[in-house]
Nanobody, 123 residues
Framework: LVQLVESGGDSVQAGGSLKLSCTVSGDKSSNLCLAWFRQAPGKAREWVAH????????YYAPSMGGRFIISRDNAKNMGFLQMIDLTPEDTARYYC????????????????WGQGAQVTISS
């Protein structure tokens, strides 16, 4: 059973930065595609980015505007999401998700999910 735990959520002012972490247990993270999704109040959950298991190829949702960087440290079984130039529109609960095999941006195809980390951006 894979378990994911997010950390690093916080309340910051617009223009600030945050780095979210996702700790993976129950399986080697190197076997898993890791992704980040987010859900703002009253909105559907949306894909943010994903990073492949071993080649570490990354893809981002265009709407993120090139302000986010996804990375991973397989030796530590962790994934990360670095976010810069944050705006109030980035306020959401951010979820780490994982699946075996290839990465994809469809949330329905992710097997394991964390509980989420709240990110609140004030203007």
């Amino acid at each position: 059973l894979v378990q994911l735990v997010e950390s690093g959520g916080d309340s910051v002012q617009a223009g600030g930065s945050l780095k979210l972490s996702c700790t993976v247990s129950g399986d080697k993270s190197s076997n898993l595609c890791l992704a980040w999704f987010r859900q703002a109040p009253g909105k559907a959950r949306e894909w943010v980015a994903h990073i492949s298991a071993t080649t570490e190829i990354t893809y981002y949702a265009p709407s993120m505007g090139g302000r986010f960087i996804i990375s991973r440290d397989n030796a530590k079984n962790m994934g990360f999401l670095q976010m810069i130039d944050l705006t109030p529109e980035d306020t959401a609960r951010y979820y780490c998700a994982a699946r075996a095999y290839s990465c994809i941006d469809d949330e329905k195809l992710y097997t394991w999910w964390g509980q989420g980390a709240q990110v609140t951006i004030s203007s």
